[in-house]
């Protein structure tokens, strides 16, 4: 089945109970029980589960092709409640430049719990075997990473955890499984941001974790219910129609960003370009292994910090904002954006410089984001 119809007919998308052509949003926090006692009643409340939302689920597994698969109210409600797997006296090893919201929670809240963590450059296999001692339980991986694009062997990486007894854990927000499938290399948990490209619109908040692992399926299932951070019925359904058009937004965002990065390596006013399939890029030939794709996310650096200003003026499609994976393209500044929780010292380590910028492309049209792109590096 290719991609557009399993994404149209692959998972629950007429209501069994009237037959509408879309599942309804079941607006409701409870469900009307005939008996005392019902172990057959599917739904009592919707913090234990919900038509709408197990729809949805059913959706995610069929995109991840996983056995189970949970939604949450946010990227950082999925990436927090698989961190929370660790119990006090572990170690997890994390990507020196893992996205800024996972760096903090595993910096301010994992210690309180007795949680061990170090950061290493996930681009070499060795200096991750350095920091396995006998407390490791988890190796936690983004690739392709965020927002330098660094890219980690994923295959190498589960290998190393299998030897060890060690979960690994993918963040794959940035290609979806439509252009990177973890679990069938090995990867225990996938989290992702549906924020991003799964709902693709810029307004829905969400997260999604899935896995082939009846056990760390049932505890997540736990922590969902307890933590509280389910996804709420309205985006639960604003998520199923944009996954829809998944596949056809995809395929126009990632052709822009290959224009795109091309375009901009060559132009005398962007000191580096980041994009994986660029023959610079290092780690490219190993993620053209593991991956269909580059993605619809790239970085550049501006040569220098007195052009950003006059840049960002000129510059009229790409809206200015943080986060990414939406219908329009988006540019951001990681320094003061998704990294700004991050100290001057922090970001320098992982190469976050003031005239990084990111750039998740939309569905325009490429001669125009272009043309853009052009006019506004005229400086």
Avoid at 31 to 36: D, E, K, P, R, T
Avoid at 222 to 235: A, R, T
Avoid at 253 to 272: G, P, R, V, Y
Avoid at 273 to 294: D, F, N
């Amino acid at each position: 089945m290719g991609i557009n119809t399993k994404l149209l007919h692959d998972y629950p998308v007429v209501d069994p109970y009237t037959g509408a052509s879309s599942i309804p949003k079941y607006q409701t926090s409870t469900f009307s029980q005939q008996h005392l006692s019902d172990p057959d009643q599917d739904f009592t409340y919707t913090r234990f589960g919900n038509p709408t939302i197990e729809a949805l689920e059913k959706a995610f597994c069929s995109l991840e092709d996983s056995t189970y698969a949970l939604s949450y109210a946010s990227g950082m409600a999925a990436i927090s409640n698989v961190l929370m797997l660790l119990k006090s006296g572990d170690h997890i090893i994390l990507p020196i430049e893992v996205y800024g919201g996972t760096c903090q929670f595993s910096t301010c809240v994992l210690p309180q719990y007795g949680i061990d963590v170090s950061f290493v450059d996930m681009s070499s296999i060795e200096k991750i075997e350095k920091e396995i001692t006998p407390e490791t339980k988890m190796i936690y991986i983004e690739t392709p990473s965020n927002p330098l694009l660094k890219v980690t062997d994923i295959k190498k990486v589960c290998d190393l955890a299998k030897a060890h007894d060690l979960l690994v854990v993918a963040d794959n927000t940035f290609m979806t499984s439509l252009y990177q499938q973890p679990l069938k290399l090995g990867v225990d948990i996938v989290v992702e941001s549906i924020t991003k490209f799964i709902n693709g619109h810029s307004d829905v908040l969400g997260g999604l974790v899935a896995t082939n692992n009846k056990d760390i399926y049932e505890k997540l299932q736990l922590f969902q219910k307890n933590f509280g951070g389910i996804l709420g019925v309205e985006d639960a359904w604003l998520t199923l129609r944009g996954m829809k058009t998944l596949g056809l937004r995809m395929k126009q965002s990632i052709n822009n960003a290959e224009q795109i990065a091309d375009f901009l390596s060559t132009h005398k006013n962007i000191k580096t370009v980041y994009y994986p399939t660029l023959r610079t890029h290092t780690g490219s030939e190993i993620h053209q292994q593991q991956a269909k794709s580059g993605g619809a996310v790239l970085s550049f650096e501006l040569v220098s910090e007195d052009k950003i200003d006059v840049f960002l003026e000129k510059l009229t499609l790409p809206i200015l904002a943080v986060s990414l994976g939406g219908v329009e393209s988006i540019l951001s500044h990681p320094a003061t954006m998704s990294h700004a929780c991050l100290c001057d010292e922090e970001r320098a380590a992982q190469g976050v410089s003031n005239t990084l910028f990111r750039l998740s492309c939309g569905i325009e049209d490429a001669e125009d984001l272009l043309a853009d792109l052009a006019q506004a590096l005229e400086i």
